[in-house]
């Protein structure tokens, strides 16, 4: 059980371009998913806190106008990078707590802005 | 101070040894704590949960964990070389909302 999923698992699009990574949790419904970004050799930084039918709540110096979080409803979250720069080429992962606090990632998103 | 912290390593051991990975965390209150491993290229797996003070036994996984002392380790016994990897200390702090993270312990097994 407990199972998340990513899609896509790699993305290649061109600068100035938007970008939608869909977050699911397949096996137990999620009223929190988080998004983090990791660079490469870095540990993982928290970008946003969804909650299911509220807004994201986005942590200091991620730009909530750039990073788009949906969280429409208890299994999925989504993404938006929108104008994609390639300062944006990141690993994206999404994770999903349960009702133990236990979280869950995904297997990650690769995105390469060109 | 950090929430968590963890030394990055690079921790090396032999196969068929134990390798002992040790995270300190500044919140006196923290309840919940993790471990999870992370291959390169991959995103994170959870391997450990432990709430209790005292040890939590998996298979070759040990998690303790001392409130007092706030500090939490994971012992892997009879490493092997697929164990080689990035681990992340995880602890909800301050009943937060998210998991506050280490930056991880590398650790390679040499066969």
């Known amino acids: 059980g407990a199972v998340v999923s990513q899609h896509p698992s790699w993305v290649i699009c061109k600068s100035g371009t938007s970008v939608k990574i869909e977050c699911r949790s397949l096996d137990f419904q999620a009223t929190t998913m988080f998004w983090y970004r990791q660079f490469p050799k870095q540990s993982l930084m928290l970008m946003a806190t969804?909650?299911?039918?509220?807004?994201?709540?986005?942590e200091q110096g991620v730009e909530k106008d750039k990073f788009l979080i949906n969280h429409a409803s208890l299994t999925l979250s989504t993404l938006t990078v929108t104008s994609a720069h390639p300062e944006d080429s990141s690993f994206y992962i999404c994770?999903?707590?349960?009702?133990?606090?236990?979280?869950?990632f995904g297997p990650g998103t690769r995105l390469t802005v060109t | 101070q950090k929430e968590v912290e963890q030394n990055s390593g690079p921790l090396s051991v032999p196969e068929g040894a134990i390798a002992s990975l040790n995270c300190t965390y500044s919140d006196r209150g923290s309840q919940s704590f993790f471990w999870y491993r992370q291959y390169s290229g991959k995103s994170p797996e959870l391997i450990m949960s432990i709430y209790s003070n005292g040890d939590k036994e998996d298979g070759r996984f040990t998690a303790q964990l001392n409130k007092a002392s706030q500090y939490v380790s994971l012992l892997i016994r009879d490493s092997q070389p697929s164990d080689s990897a990035t681990y992340l200390c995880?602890?909800?702090?301050?009943?937060?909302?998210?998991?506050?993270f280490g930056t991880g312990t590398r650790l390679t097994v040499i066969p």
């Open positions: 994770s999903a707590r349960d009702f133990d606090y236990e979280q869950y």
């Open positions: 969804s909650n299911e039918g509220s807004k994201a709540t986005y």
């Open positions: 995880a602890v909800n702090i301050g009943g937060a909302n998210n998991l506050f």
